[in-house]
């Protein structure tokens, strides 16, 4: 993917995924043909906490029960064009119906709400949809549960990709999830596999892992005013509340402040990124791929752990740290987005 196409990419996320910093794509199982996914599943960083009821009253304005009505492509660059792939967004028109939850003293939302969303990836005539992982596409003839918050430049957005709720039918999870239609049986049990393992959004203001269900299990099913009786008894972090006055990004920019960050998977990789021009020892490397091994399970765990152990100084493992190497770069790549290239010390410096 082209760095303006990447851009594109995220800035359309940016609508439903509340200023997403980081995306990349990955085919969706299911596919059409062996050449080509019928749908792109998008993964990207939440810019806000979105997973929990106590992110969504914490970080949310109000939540609605909207309908989108209509999509307008917004055309690709000349260079994509010419180049004859590239990336299509959307601009979505949203009819804000009932409000089931606002947060006291937030502003009121506007009737009608326009929001760039993902669109399609296309290579000459060939187009594939786009969506976000985790959340929907916002697609005219569905209905959506909303969270969303008024900006600091005035613009209302999706505090982030879980954010939205399938709201066909008058029943959460039935309607439009990920570019397909589905029932609320399939939205459950979609979400409930995806919780097993929250990411991104499924951060607390502390960093932590949210324990508790996400929203979107907790009412999958239900009316959307059921959404609003959670919320109602739902108590927000005391240092997001405390700071109510600031608009939601610079609100969990202070809270997020207050707290160092728990490590994570991709965090602790990052300084395996090549692009971070880092100079590792054997050792070093051997540190960050111990540490590694607590975030992981099974055989990605145990493949982890003899590349560890083996840049620690055990050399008996050298065969079997090259038959596992591969595959720990493409789970460290895959998960976290970044090139870690071959995985092999940067530095002869000397050891500690």
Same mark, same amino acid.
């Given at each position: 993917?082209?760095?303006?196409?990447?851009?594109?990419?995220?800035?359309?996320?940016?609508?439903?995924?509340?200023?997403?910093?980081?995306?990349?794509?990955?085919?969706?199982?299911?596919?059409?043909?062996?050449?080509?996914?019928?749908?792109?599943?998008?993964?990207?960083?939440?810019?806000?906490?979105?997973?929990?009821?106590?992110?969504?009253?914490?970080?949310?304005?109000?939540?609605?029960?909207?309908?989108?009505?209509?999509?307008?492509?917004?055309?690709?660059?000349?260079?994509?064009?010419?180049?004859?792939?590239?990336?299509?967004?959307?601009?979505?028109?949203?009819?804000?119906?009932?409000?089931?939850?606002?947060?006291?003293?937030?502003?009121?939302?506007?009737?009608?709400?326009?929001?760039?969303?993902?669109?399609?990836?296309?290579?000459?005539?060939?187009?594939?949809?786009?969506?976000?992982?985790?959340?929907?596409?916002?697609?005219?003839?569905?209905?959506?549960?909303?969270?969303?918050?008024?900006?600091?430049?005035?613009?209302?957005?999706?505090?982030?990709?879980?954010?939205?709720?399938?709201?066909?039918?008058?029943?959460?999870?039935?309607?439009?999830?990920?570019?397909?239609?589905?029932?609320?049986?399939?939205?459950?049990?979609?979400?409930?596999?995806?919780?097993?393992?929250?990411?991104?959004?499924?951060?607390?203001?502390?960093?932590?892992?949210?324990?508790?269900?996400?929203?979107?299990?907790? +009412? $999958?099913?239900?009316?959307?005013?059921?959404?609003? /009786?959670?919320?109602?008894?739902?108590? @927000?972090?005391? &240092?997001? #509340? %405390?700071?109510?006055?600031?608009?939601?990004?610079?609100?969990?920019? +202070? $809270?997020?402040?207050?707290?160092?960050?728990?490590? /994570?998977?991709?965090?602790?990789?990052? @300084?395996?990124? &090549?692009? #971070? %021009?880092?100079?590792?020892?054997?050792?070093?490397?051997?540190?960050?791929?111990?540490?590694?091994?607590?975030?992981?399970?099974?055989?990605?765990?145990?493949?982890?752990?003899?590349?560890?152990?083996?840049?620690?100084?055990?050399?008996?493992?050298?065969?079997?740290?090259?038959?596992?190497?591969?595959?720990?770069?493409?789970?460290?790549?895959?998960?976290?987005?970044?090139?870690?290239?071959?995985?092999?010390?940067?530095?002869?410096?000397?050891?500690?």
């Amino acid at each position: 993917m082209t760095p303006s196409i990447q851009a594109k990419l995220l800035s359309a996320l940016a609508g439903v995924a509340a200023l997403g910093a980081t995306a990349f794509l990955v085919p969706l199982a299911a596919t059409d043909s062996p050449e080509r996914p019928h749908v792109i599943i998008a993964q990207g960083k939440d810019g806000l906490p979105n997973r929990s009821l106590i992110d969504w009253v914490s970080y949310g304005d109000q939540v609605a029960v909207v309908n989108v009505t209509s999509e307008a492509e917004i055309p690709a660059s000349a260079e994509e064009i010419a180049a004859g792939e590239g990336y299509i967004s959307r601009r979505v028109a949203l009819n804000v119906g009932e409000v089931v939850w606002s947060r006291p003293g937030a502003p009121t939302p506007p009737a009608t709400l326009s929001l760039v969303v993902d669109g399609w990836s296309f290579k000459g005539d060939t187009r594939t949809a786009i969506a976000l992982e985790q959340s929907s596409r916002l697609e005219p003839g569905h209905s959506y549960v909303l969270s969303l918050a008024r900006l600091s430049d005035g613009t209302w957005s999706a505090i982030g990709s879980q954010a939205a709720l399938p709201y066909d039918s008058e029943t959460i999870g039935a309607g439009e999830y990920q570019g397909q239609t589905v029932t609320a049986k399939q939205f459950g049990a979609a979400v409930k596999t995806d919780d097993d393992k929250p990411k991104g959004g499924g951060l607390s203001p502390t960093g932590a892992e949210v324990i508790m269900q996400s929203v979107a299990e907790l +009412t $999958v099913g239900k009316p959307a005013d059921y959404v609003g /009786t959670l919320l109602a008894t739902t108590d @927000p972090d005391p &240092l997001a #509340e %405390a700071n109510f006055d600031l608009d939601p990004i610079a609100r969990f920019d +202070t $809270v997020a402040g207050v707290y160092e960050p728990a490590k /994570t998977f991709c965090s602790i990789a990052a @300084p395996l990124a &090549l692009s #971070e %021009a880092s100079q590792l020892t054997s050792n070093e490397l051997g540190d960050i791929l111990g540490q590694l091994v607590a975030e992981e399970n099974g055989e990605d765990a145990t493949d982890l752990g003899v590349l560890a152990a083996y840049h620690n100084g055990d050399s008996g493992l050298a065969s079997r740290a090259d038959t596992v190497r591969p595959g720990v770069i493409t789970n460290i790549e895959s998960q976290c987005g970044i090139e870690v290239g071959n995985l092999a010390p940067t530095s002869t410096a000397s050891q500690e």
